[in-house]
Structure formats: structure tokens, C-alpha cells
């Protein structure tokens, strides 16, 4: 049992808990270790060199060089897919001054059901577009959806809210969510299920990157990984890699959290970790990143126990226990999306687990799209961040590369 799990069982709040300050993970981050070894306090002469022609001063420069370097050794650009290679994919041109004010940012949404609707609805509590475009086949309802959203405006900010069953009105978006996909229906493979929705992204790829060429695309459809995977091959290998990812994992971290907080009576914002690979049943704890008030879960060479599996078992079952007890769910998976969005709106360059090609990472050789650390902005992901995992751990990473592969060379070469 961990050092936290045995001082909940002592302790009725965290305050109370002891930590030895001197406990450390050997294995955590040598970032720091390198940062360290080439330290810049001592050099104070640099402080006072003048700017240079682009307003930064010398300290400045050398500072981003040293740190240029540290993050390559621990971080790469997004990964093209194979096929990508030859036709010089670009990476993510980003230009603070064509990314624009926050008020003339345009979201749409593609798909407007429960999740559709709920990702609507926490964009517009948090302000965070100037314009929602609403896409849907099913327009009598979606011009309700609409109506219903248009008569609440006198309690959030101005944000023009668009609704059409043509892609005309995605014109121009910074992002587009794609959450339209078919239900799994009873009794039906996941491959007949994928081979259903890698149809609708057929459909609808190509018109979105019609009208917003130069727009993020968030796939949310299930089965995630996979339909971002088609996406981006449907998409043509010119797009830069990073402009289409999945939502992937961000919502299960979010579960991881939640369920961790609650365990030890603390505010989700204390707890951080991840689960990375499928966004499903074959997910990956990554128990060795988890932080509590920035302290490990785990102590130094603790392996996880039964009770982190159990821990992960609830928050594989969590969807499945909504689903049972309300038919869907929606508003966590729209509060995510939400906060997907405010990164790339606002360029915030957050770290968050995104479903992206991992082929080069981990000994991984194929093209699969799996959640791993990325830094998210403007038009996408930026960096992908190879986050360090124990043995066990990047065994179970590579084991779920496995099986989404199986899955999704079926496909592949088909799309």
C-alpha cells in the first residue's frame, strides 16, 4: 500500500499526514538533474547585456537556449503517420498575430447529442469562443438545441451561437469537435463498429477541412483512438501532424483524479497523474507520475498493489456504472472537451494526455494513435512528451499498442 493510502488509514484529513521532505522518486524527472549541472546563477554579468533586435535581452536567449535543449532530450514534435513522411509534412506554423482576439474564435461542433450539446454548453459558461457553430443531420432538433441555447444570452457574454445541417457555417473555425459517430449497437464487434464510423469521419473530414483549412480537429466519437487514426489518414499526409488528435485519456486522468481526492478528503486540483494509452478498457495507470501536493503516490521503488488496481478498475467501470444508471454519459466528457478547447483558443501550451501517433515512441514501430502527454495551442498539439514510466508500466503501454493495432490494421490500408 502506498505512503499516502497507509496515512489516510491513520489520518482523518491531509494536514495531519507526516512527510519526510527528504523521500524522493531517484527515478523522477532528470530534468532537474540536468538543469542543475549547468546552472546560470553564477554568470550575473548576462543580466545587464542589452536587448537584442528582437526585444529580448541576452539572459533571455541563453536561458530559452539551454531549456531548448533540455526539452528535446525529453519531448518531440508531433509524429506523422508513415505514408506522411514523403510529402514533407510541415509542422504546426503558429503566428500569434493570424491566431486573432479571443472574441472573433470560432468553435464548431460537429454531431449534436448529448456529448455534442454538453460541450456546447460548457463552452458557453466558460466564454472561452466568440462564435459556437452547431453541425447536425437531424435539424428540426438541432435548431431547438439552438433556441434553447439563444434564450439563456442574457446571462453569459455576447458568443453568436450558429446552427445548420451544412458545413457552410463551420467556415472558418479555429476548432472543430468532431462527436458525431454510430452507437454500438448489442452484440456488434468492435471492428463492425469502427468500420460503421470510419464511414461517417469519410464524410465529414474532408468538408470540415473544406471550409476551415487551417482549423484543430478534436475527435471525441468512440471508439477514440482508432477514429482519430482514420481521421488523420483521411485527412491526406500534407496536414501537419498534430492538427488532428482524440481527446483520448484526458477524461479518464480526470476520473483518475477525482476518484484519488476523494479517497484522501483533498481538492482534485492536488492530485496529479495520468492514464495514457486507450481511451478504453485496456487504459494504462501510470502510478509512478502520480503527484499529491506535488509529493509521490508511490514511494521509491513501490510497486502498485491491489488497491491501485482496484482504484483503476473504477475508473475503467465509472462510464459503464453512468451509462447503466442514466443511459449516456455527457457532461464530464463536455467539460473536457471544453478544457481542449480553451488550451488551443488560448494557446496555453497545457499538458494533457491527447490521443496522437505514438509509432517511435516506447519501441512502438506502427502507426497506432494512442493518449500520451502533449503540450496543447494554437492549432493543436505542439510537443509530445515522452513521459517516463516504470517497466511495468511501459510493458502494459506497448501491450495496448498491440491490441489497438490489431484493431485498426483492418482498416488502415482500406481508408
Known amino acids: 500500500m502506498s505512503q499516502f493510502l497507509q496515512s489516510v488509514a491513520k489520518h482523518s484529513s491531509f494536514g495531519s499526514i507526516k512527510v519526510r521532505a527528504s523521500v524522493r522518486n531517484p527515478n523522477y524527472s532528470s530534468v532537474l538533474l540536468s538543469a542543475r549541472a549547468r546552472p546560470f546563477t553564477n554568470d550575473t554579468s548576462i543580466v545587464s547585456k542589452p536587448m537584442d533586435s528582437s526585444g529580448r535581452s541576452s539572459h533571455n536567449i541563453l536561458f530559452d537556449t ?13 509524429i506523422p503517420y508513415t505514408s506522411a513522411l514523403d510529402e514533407a509534412s510541415a509542422p504546426l506554423n503558429y503566428d500569434p498575430a493570424h491566431h486573432g482576439h479571443l472574441g472573433h474564435k470560432k468553435v464548431t461542433i460537429v454531431g449534436c447529442g448529448q456529448v455534442g450539446m454538453a460541450t456546447a454548453y460548457a463552452l458557453l459558461n466558460q466564454a472561452s469562443a466568440g462564435t459556437i457553430a452547431l453541425i447536425d443531420a437531424k435539424r428540426e432538433r438541432l435548431e431547438g438545441e439552438a433556441k434553447d441555447l439563444e434564450q439563456g444570452s442574457a446571462f453569459h457574454q455576447h458568443i453568436r451561437i450558429l446552427a445548420s445541417d451544412e458545413y457552410s457555417v463551420s467556415k472558418d473555425s479555429h476548432l472543430v469537435i468532431v462527436t458525431a459517430g454510430a452507437a454500438q449497437k448489442p452484440g456488434e464487434s468492435r471492428l463492425n463498429l469502427v468500420e460503421r464510423n470510419v464511414s461517417i469521419m469519410q464524410s465529414i473530414i474532408p468538408k470540415v477541412l473544406s471550409f476551415s483549412p487551417n482549423a484543430a480537429i478534436c475527435v471525441v466519437a468512440n471508439p477514440c483512438d482508432i477514429l482519430t487514426a482514420v481521421a488523420s489518414k483521411i485527412a491526406g499526409p500534407t496536414l501537419p501532424a498534430g492538427r488532428i488528435f ?27 497523474g495520468y492514464i495514457l494509452g486507450e481511451h478504453g478498457d485496456s487504459s494504462v495507470p501510470v502510478w ?54 480553451k488550451a488551443i483558443l488560448y494557446d496555453t501550451r497545457n499538458i494533457m494526455p491527447l490521443s496522437t501517433c505514438v509509432r517511435g515512441m516506447y519501441g512502438i514501430k506502427e502507426d497506432v494513435f494512442l493518449s500520451v502527454p502533449c503540450a496543447v495551442g494554437a492549432f493543436g498539439i505542439h510537443r509530445a512528451v515522452q513521459t517516463w514510466m516504470s517497466p511495468s508500466e511501459q510493458r502494459k503501454f506497448v501491450e495496448t499498442a498491440g491490441t489497438i493495432w490489431e484493431i485498426q490494421k483492418e482498416i488502415w490500408n482500406n481508408v
Open 246 to 272: 482524440g481527446s483520448g485519456t484526458c477524461l479518464d486522468s480526470s476520473r483518475l483524479q477525482s476518484l484519488i481526492s476523494k479517497i484522501l478528503n483533498l481538492d482534485t486540483s492536488a492530485v496529479q
Open 66 to 78: 539551454h531549456f531548448n535543449n533540455l526539452r528535446l532530450a525529453h519531448t518531440r514534435a508531433p
Open 288 to 341: 509512478s507520475s502520480v503527484r499529491i501536493g506535488g509529493l509521490p503516490f508511490l514511494k521509491p521503488g513501490e510497486e502498485p498493489g491491489e488497491i491501485h488496481e482496484r482504484i483503476h478498475q473504477e475508473v475503467v467501470n465509472s462510464a459503464y456504472d453512468v451509462i447503466e444508471r442514466k443511459g449516456s454519459t455527457n457532461w464530464a466528457i463536455g467539460l473536457t472537451n471544453a478544457f481542449i478547447a
